[in-house]
């Protein structure tokens, strides 16, 4: 019966990405990632997701309609596939159908997670290798049966071919493993097996870094983890402050209060399950509080996985301490587990202009409402990005040169790579720091030879140096994008 409960939660989650979904290309990262998909591009480095990029080649040979959209997709099967292994570790833990699809559900329409399963993005994949192997590990500490511990540490393997987020998880599952077992570490039959399985679910990255050698024998852990990405200490304070108040908007009311009684009762399970949820939800806040902040809202969604869990842990506690009054209440509860985070996020926008726009401070971009489009997961009927670039290609002239930085940059690439359209234009992507092809003259070297566009002069002036250029050239706005033209 219980199986039953799970394939419908997978079914409902999945049509519910699927009406939600991005229907075409989006900003940055998403764009980017259709990129690297359609040229099957597997390296070894953090901003790859070499695992993503292979299943989403062999997607897209599906033939949707639009590239974009069938990558969109991807994430939508691999997000619903999360809520459904949730609702098997909830029952695992439970032996609950009411509890188990109210975790589930919570995650479900939780902000970040749902945002992130409409749009093509390398985290939902992730986000699937790492419930698989929370499920493996509980598993094996229920019925000690190998097979789960093997395949833990196989998902684990899976899941860092696609993200290394999982790496730094990796501690969590050690430590509570120990804690579960201490004569484990004495096991050198588990030990081996456990290792062969990580090997083998890695074995993507490993193949690379065997065939490119020469490129990778350098490789340092902080190749992986970017001392650039990590914050000043008043960033980190602050966030690790703040933590409360993310928690509340994913999971508002109702959920926030469930996960701390779940939190709470979680103790009362076997050590290993207990450790093995806390550990790996310290982790998490800790380090998503010393990671970037552009990376860090994706980065605290390992964590509400968790707390999904343990809201799925509160709702069974408060089932056996008070069955009548769950038994009344559970329709208007689950109700409100659901609606009223949409309800939420669908408000939000507006609350948001109301306090003067742009709560976030996110830069502008022609045909994009960062409030609707941050605070809002909903991305049903988004075409911003799309008409953006195919304005941009219409307007330019033949031959002509742009020079974009990072997230308008994947979107017009992805014009020309994907549905080969302008390819007499040449993109530059313009890079900080020394790198910076306007530092390096390339205006000047082209200035006379073919018109020359940027995509902004407002936001990043460092970026597009546009301080030194406006000494010898004019910013002639044309459509969304600004023509150099040299004054007189």
Same mark, same amino acid.
Request: glycine share 6%.
């Given at each position: 019966m219980y199986l039953v409960a799970a394939f419908f939660i997978w079914f409902l989650s999945f049509g519910f990405y699927c009406v939600t979904l991005a229907p075409a290309v989006i900003w940055g990262d998403p764009a980017k990632l259709v990129n690297f998909a359609y040229l099957c591009l597997l390296r070894i480095d953090i901003g790859n997701h070499a695992l993503h990029n292979l299943i989403g080649n062999l997607w897209g040979r599906l033939l949707f309609a639009d590239y974009a959209f069938g990558q969109n997709l991807l994430s939508a099967v691999f997000a619903s596939l999360t809520v459904f292994m949730v609702f098997l570790i909830v029952y695992r833990l439970t032996k609950s159908i009411f509890s188990s699809i109210v975790s589930s559900l919570s995650l479900a329409v939780a902000h970040t997670f749902w945002w992130l399963a409409v749009v093509n993005e390398s985290y939902a994949l992730v986000f699937f290798f790492l419930v698989l192997a929370l499920l493996g590990e509980i598993v094996w500490f229920q019925t000690k049966k190998q097979g789960w511990l093997y395949l833990a540490a196989f998902s684990i393997g899976m899941g860092i071919s696609d993200h290394?987020? +999982?790496?730094? +998880?990796i501690p969590a599952?050690?430590?509570? !493993? /120990?804690i579960d077992d201490p004569w484990l570490i004495l096991d050198y039959k588990k030990i081996l097996f456990s290792l062969s399985s990580f090997i083998l679910g890695a074995g993507l990255l490993l193949y690379l870094y065997i065939s490119n050698y020469s490129q990778y024998s350098s490789i340092t852990w902080a190749y992986f983890v970017d001392t650039t990405y990590l914050e000043s200490m008043g960033k980190i304070v602050r966030e690790l402050i703040r933590y409360p108040l993310y928690v509340f908007y994913q999971f508002p009311l109702i959920g926030f209060v469930l996960g701390i009684i779940g939190l709470w009762q979680s103790f009362k399970n076997k !050590?290993?399950? &207990?450790?093995l949820l806390f550990l790996a939800f310290l982790v998490d806040y800790l380090f998503s509080a010393v990671y970037m902040w552009e990376r860090q809202p994706e980065m605290m969604v390992f964590g509400y996985i968790i707390i999904a869990i343990w809201i799925g842990l509160g709702i069974n =506690? /408060?089932?056996?301490?008070n069955p009548p009054l769950v038994s009344r209440s559970g329709p208007i509860l689950l109700l409100g587990i659901i609606f009223v985070p949409i309800m939420l996020y669908s408000c939000a926008p507006y609350f948001a202009q109301k306090a003067g726009g742009n709560v976030l401070h996110i %830069? &502008? /971009?022609? =045909? %994009?409402?960062?409030d609707e489009y941050f605070l809002n997961p909903n991305k049903r009927g988004y075409f911003g990005a799309r008409r953006y670039a195919e304005e941009v290609y219409r307007i330019v002239e033949p031959d002509s040169m742009i020079i974009a930085d990072f997230t308008p940059y994947a979107v017009l690439q992805y014009l020309q790579l994907v549905e080969k359209k302008r390819q007499d234009v040449e993109l530059v992507y313009t890079w900080p720091g020394a790198r910076n092809p306007i530092g390096k003259g390339i205006v000047e070297q082209n200035i006379r030879k073919r018109p020359i566009y940027l995509v902004d002069i407002d936001d990043y002036p460092d970026l597009y140096k546009t301080p030194v250029l406006s000494k010898k050239y004019s910013f002639v706005k044309t459509g969304p994008i600004y023509r150099l033209v040299k004054k007189k």
């Amino acid at each position: 019966m219980y199986l039953v409960a799970a394939f419908f939660i997978w079914f409902l989650s999945f049509g519910f990405y699927c009406v939600t979904l991005a229907p075409a290309v989006i900003w940055g990262d998403p764009a980017k990632l259709v990129n690297f998909a359609y040229l099957c591009l597997l390296r070894i480095d953090i901003g790859n997701h070499a695992l993503h990029n292979l299943i989403g080649n062999l997607w897209g040979r599906l033939l949707f309609a639009d590239y974009a959209f069938g990558q969109n997709l991807l994430s939508a099967v691999f997000a619903s596939l999360t809520v459904f292994m949730v609702f098997l570790i909830v029952y695992r833990l439970t032996k609950s159908i009411f509890s188990s699809i109210v975790s589930s559900l919570s995650l479900a329409v939780a902000h970040t997670f749902w945002w992130l399963a409409v749009v093509n993005e390398s985290y939902a994949l992730v986000f699937f290798f790492l419930v698989l192997a929370l499920l493996g590990e509980i598993v094996w500490f229920q019925t000690k049966k190998q097979g789960w511990l093997y395949l833990a540490a196989f998902s684990i393997g899976m899941g860092i071919s696609d993200h290394f987020m +999982l790496a730094v +998880l990796i501690p969590a599952f050690i430590i509570a !493993a /120990l804690i579960d077992d201490p004569w484990l570490i004495l096991d050198y039959k588990k030990i081996l097996f456990s290792l062969s399985s990580f090997i083998l679910g890695a074995g993507l990255l490993l193949y690379l870094y065997i065939s490119n050698y020469s490129q990778y024998s350098s490789i340092t852990w902080a190749y992986f983890v970017d001392t650039t990405y990590l914050e000043s200490m008043g960033k980190i304070v602050r966030e690790l402050i703040r933590y409360p108040l993310y928690v509340f908007y994913q999971f508002p009311l109702i959920g926030f209060v469930l996960g701390i009684i779940g939190l709470w009762q979680s103790f009362k399970n076997k !050590a290993g399950i &207990s450790y093995l949820l806390f550990l790996a939800f310290l982790v998490d806040y800790l380090f998503s509080a010393v990671y970037m902040w552009e990376r860090q809202p994706e980065m605290m969604v390992f964590g509400y996985i968790i707390i999904a869990i343990w809201i799925g842990l509160g709702i069974n =506690y /408060l089932a056996k301490k008070n069955p009548p009054l769950v038994s009344r209440s559970g329709p208007i509860l689950l109700l409100g587990i659901i609606f009223v985070p949409i309800m939420l996020y669908s408000c939000a926008p507006y609350f948001a202009q109301k306090a003067g726009g742009n709560v976030l401070h996110i %830069r &502008s /971009l022609p =045909y %994009r409402n960062n409030d609707e489009y941050f605070l809002n997961p909903n991305k049903r009927g988004y075409f911003g990005a799309r008409r953006y670039a195919e304005e941009v290609y219409r307007i330019v002239e033949p031959d002509s040169m742009i020079i974009a930085d990072f997230t308008p940059y994947a979107v017009l690439q992805y014009l020309q790579l994907v549905e080969k359209k302008r390819q007499d234009v040449e993109l530059v992507y313009t890079w900080p720091g020394a790198r910076n092809p306007i530092g390096k003259g390339i205006v000047e070297q082209n200035i006379r030879k073919r018109p020359i566009y940027l995509v902004d002069i407002d936001d990043y002036p460092d970026l597009y140096k546009t301080p030194v250029l406006s000494k010898k050239y004019s910013f002639v706005k044309t459509g969304p994008i600004y023509r150099l033209v040299k004054k007189k």
